[in-house]
């Protein structure tokens, strides 16, 4: 009779208590911010169905001018816009900018659908900016909008880096002015930042780029790389991009903020006026 008593009071010991609740603990570990993440995206992929409806207007306006002719403008902004989208925007070239609110997310993710011209269609990109976790966005917005640069010599290489970088430095100028940022180009007579000078601005621009294979002191394989803005009527500098000038070996490149480009050219051959800035041809 005692035998049966003791045995059936007999319990976990201390050890055994120790391992379940670690192994609760590491459970809970891993599946709380996987849960997170997943009330995330799907707050997130609400904002990116919203942001889809402006396709068709991106795609009806292309059809007249191609993408340089879509216009610009806000589509919405406003805390009651909706619980989790807080602006929706499209920008130059058809970029459709989306940034969401309240999904629980450390920075609130932002997304960018970006469209191109193929065979005379528009595909679509679904980019994020660095700052979003890319385990909080839909699996096929993972890669980053400043994504792209490339340190090859062919010319579409050269093309696509630069159309890389004026869409970056438009987004991040805007960021740079709102975070307070002082804004004033190394080189006032043109107008422009050189990527070689280590100002706060520009050392803040790779950052936000995530530009790792540019080398800013071995002038190799780049040999220039210049942004420049544009002036207001009085000569004075403003925040708006005009232009972006690479150079690579030997081969140069100019996109200016029309869409016009120059292959083979100095920026040099573009500054006009006094004082002078980049001027389209």
Same mark, same amino acid.
């Given at each position: 009779m005692n035998r049966r008593m003791n045995y059936a009071q007999k319990g976990f010991n201390l050890i055994e208590v120790m391992i379940v609740v670690a192994v609760i603990g590491l459970l809970a570990a891993v599946a709380v911010?996987? $849960?997170q993440d997943y009330s995330i995206r799907s707050k997130v992929s609400e904002a990116l169905g919203m942001a889809s409806s402006l396709k068709s207007t991106v795609v009806e306006q292309a059809a007249n001018g191609g993408l340089a002719n879509v216009k610009t403008g806000i589509v919405g902004d406003s805390a009651s816009f909706s619980r989790y989208v807080r602006a929706l925007a499209i920008e130059d070239a058809g970029v459709i900018s989306v940034t969401t609110q309240n999904t629980g997310a450390r920075v609130d993710p932002e997304l960018r659908l970006v469209p191109s011209e193929n065979g005379g269609g /528009? !595909?679509? @990109?679904? &980019?994020?900016? @660095?700052a979003t976790l890319a385990s909080q966005v839909p699996p096929i917005c993972r890669d980053d909008v400043a994504g792209g640069y490339r340190t090859s010599t062919d010319p579409k290489d050269i093309e696509d880096t630069v159309a890389e970088l004026m869409r970056a430095f438009k987004e991040f100028t805007k960021k740079w002015l709102a975070d307070g940022g002082v804004f004033k180009p190394d080189n006032v007579g043109n107008a422009s930042f050189s990527w070689s000078n280590n100002t706060p601005f520009m050392d803040a621009f790779f950052e936000f780029a995530g530009i790792t294979d540019f080398n800013r002191s071995g002038y190799a394989p780049i040999s220039d790389f210049k942004v420049f803005y544009k002036r207001d009527a009085n000569g004075k500098i403003t925040s708006e991009v005009s232009g972006v000038y690479l150079q /690579? =070996?030997?081969?140069?490149? !100019? &996109? $200016? @903020?029309?869409? #016009?480009?120059? @292959? =083979?050219?100095?920026?040099? #051959? $573009?500054l006009a006026g006094d004082p002078k800035q980049l001027t389209p041809p």
């Open positions: 911010p996987a $849960f /528009i !595909v679509w @990109s679904c &980019l994020k900016t @660095s /690579i =070996g030997g081969t140069r490149h !100019v &996109l $200016f @903020s029309n869409g #016009d480009t120059a @292959s =083979g050219k100095h920026y040099g #051959d $573009f």
